[in-house]
T-cell receptor, first 110, second 117 residues
Framework: SQKIEQNSEALNIQEGKTATLTCNYTNYSPAYLQWYRQDPGRGPVFLLLIRENEKEKRKERLKVTFDTTLKQSLFHITASQPADSATYLCFSGGYNKLIFGAGTRLAVHP | DAGVTQSPTHLIKTRGQQVTLRCSPKSGHDTVSWYQQALGQGPQFIFQYYEEEERQRGNFPDRFSGHQFPNYSSELNVNALLLGDSALYLC????????????????FGQGTRLTVV
């Protein structure tokens, strides 16, 4: 079945470092992937969208890549700050069923 | 411009009861999707409505049904509630792109926390 997998282990990094989160998809080829941020008890907030024909997308301190050969998207936060601590969700849609990964919790320590 | 609004914010129901959750999409959006999110897990897609019809559906039983009104607002109904239905229910609004395949970015509401006892 179509699946999105994210690292379930929390990622702990030091302030100022680059956080890299991974999203792997199996058994389908999404036309695009989206990344969302979710804080506890709140709905997800959209961050970035990348299409299958785009290798990389940037927005301020955020960068996302899309590798259709590896069936993987990487999400980077540069110069991370404690305020970046949250759960980050990978999502794909279109004619495929709308699928979220389970999310990776990021903790940025001062 | 109000974003996506959901009501109620919290709800406690008894097993076997029925519940209706409501969602008003962001202005200008015509598509509403519903998700169930259990604690510590990612949102699970329930169904999506566009032009008052169910466009896509996830792996949820028929106890879960929905409706979209002409003003694009939507309801999620769950019948014969089970303890396992306890979760955060999220509504997301978006617009279908002209190719009618892809969705634009989705805007989520704060969710309705449903507890079944």
């Amino acid at each position: 079945s179509q699946k999105i997998e994210q690292n379930s282990e929390a990622l702990n990094i030091q302030e100022g470092k680059t956080a890299t989160l991974t999203c792997n998809y199996t058994n389908y080829s999404p036309a695009y992937l989206q990344w969302y941020r979710q804080d506890p008890g709140r709905g997800p907030v959209f961050l970035l969208l990348i299409r299958e024909n785009e290798k990389e997308k940037r927005k301020e301190r955020l960068k996302v890549t899309f590798d259709t050969t590896l069936k993987q998207s990487l999400f980077h936060i540069t110069a991370s700050q404690p305020a970046d601590s949250a759960t980050y969700l990978c999502f794909s849609g279109g004619y495929n069923k709308l699928i979220f990964g389970a999310g990776t919790r990021l903790a940025v320590h001062p | 411009d109000a974003g996506v609004t959901q009501s109620p914010t919290h709800l406690i129901k008894t097993r076997g009861q029925q519940v209706t959750l409501r969602c008003s999409p962001k202005s200008g959006h015509d598509t509403v999707s519903w998700y169930q999110q259990a604690l510590g897990q990612g949102p699970q897609f329930i169904f999506q409505y566009y032009e008052e019809e169910e466009r896509q559906r996830g792996n949820f039983p028929d106890r879960f049904s929905g409706h979209q009104f002409p003003n694009y607002s939507s309801e999620l109904n769950v019948n014969a509630l089970l303890l396992g239905d306890s979760a955060l229910y999220l509504c997301a609004s978006s617009s279908l792109l002209r190719d009618s395949v892809s969705n634009t970015e989705a805007f989520f509401g704060q969710g309705t926390r449903l507890t079944v006892v």
